[in-house]
């Protein structure tokens, strides 16, 4: 057992999971590039122009953000519109990631609320959840507002959100994030974290930016809340 891991799960009260990564990998079978292209072309259609580095640009987060930069809240609305509707397909073909249920339901069963806390849209992971018999475990589900990329992690409001909706302070929840988005906004939200390294290279980047553990399967945090007594 990972002893930071087991002692700092025991110190907090519930349980904060992003969603694309440690759940499941949204875009598994509706590849990110592809959507991604997509919304450039929505954007195309609105009459915005688009940058090379745009037009090439694979994560349809990024663009999303990008998008916001303009003034232009029509184009804006149409390409949160698109990737709603995207991201709603690509659950339906998403793949679980290894140990995930696992990690709610033994959290759940020590006693913990777990909540989602998501750049994606709170329709899509809803809809993931329900249809792998998850959603009676996890309340509340924070996804990205509408619109408005400004208020997506690392921006610390949606996981503060989300402390306050399970009854905890920031402090006494853990966010366990795939992204440095994760791990700086879970600093600035004043709460526990523990990056999930799905690739090697991510392991010195999440302590360097302050991870506070760092695992690379989401079965070592599923090990440790299965010890846990429950509450």
């Known amino acids: 057992m990972n002893a930071d891991l087991g002692q700092l799960l025991a110190e ?37 122009d688009v940058p090379p580095d745009l037009a090439s640009e ?9 998008t916001g930069t303009t003034s232009d809240h029509s184009a804006m609305r149409a390409v949160e519109d698109a990737l709603c509707a995207a991201e709603r397909l690509a659950v339906e073909t998403a793949e679980p990631t290894p ?17 989602v ?3 994606n849209s709170a329709g899509a992971v809803t809809a993931y959840l329900a249809s792998h018999r998850l959603a ?20 610390p409001a949606p ?25 700086d906004g879970a600093r600035a939200a004043g709460t526990l974290v523990v990056g999930y390294a ?5 392991v010195d980047r999440f302590l360097a930016a302050g991870a506070d553990v760092v695992v ?7 090990d440790v809340l299965v010890e846990r007594p429950s509450t």
């Open 216 to 222: 690379t399967s989401m079965r070592e945090i599923a």
């Open 136 to 155: 009676m475990h996890v309340s509340p589900v924070v996804g990205r507002a509408y619109a408005d990329p400004g208020r997506m992690k690392p921006n």
């Open 159 to 183: 996981i503060r959100q989300a402390a306050r909706a399970v009854g905890e302070s920031p402090g006494r929840c853990v966010l366990i994030g795939d992204s440095l988005a994760d791990i």
């Open 12 to 48: 907090v009260g519930a349980v904060l999971l992003d969603f694309d990564g440690p759940v499941c990998s949204i875009f598994a079978g509706y590849p990110a590039p592809q959507v991604a292209a997509e919304l450039v072309d929505v954007l195309r259609r609105n009459g915005i």
């Open 117 to 119: 806390v998501s750049n």
């Open 198 to 202: 799905n690739r090697p290279a991510k």
């Open 99 to 115: 140990y995930g249920r696992e990690v709610i339901v033994a959290a759940r069963q020590a006693g913990m609320p777990v909540a």
């Open 58 to 66: 694979p994560d349809p987060l990024e663009v999303l953000r990008r």
